[in-house]
């Protein structure tokens, strides 16, 4: 069979059933924090388009 590159040891990430883990709070905590970022770059760039900033 050909080699696609999954290894062994994460093969059964592709299972019928999903394991989930729990989120941990510094996942949680960096999910946050890239939504922020992500929502300020975004109001940065609303607010140049509409001239506000510059």
């Known amino acids: 069979m050909a080699d696609l590159g999954i290894s062994h040891a994460h093969g059964n990430q592709y299972g019928s059933v999903p394991t989930k883990k729990p989120l941990t709070t510094r996942h949680r905590l960096q999910t ?5 970022i992500f929502t300020a770059a ?13």
Do not use: R, S
Request: with cysteine; proline share 0%.
């Open 32 to 36: 946050m924090l890239h939504g922020a």
């Open 42 to 54: 975004f109001l940065f760039v609303v607010a140049m388009v509409c001239g506000v900033v510059g």
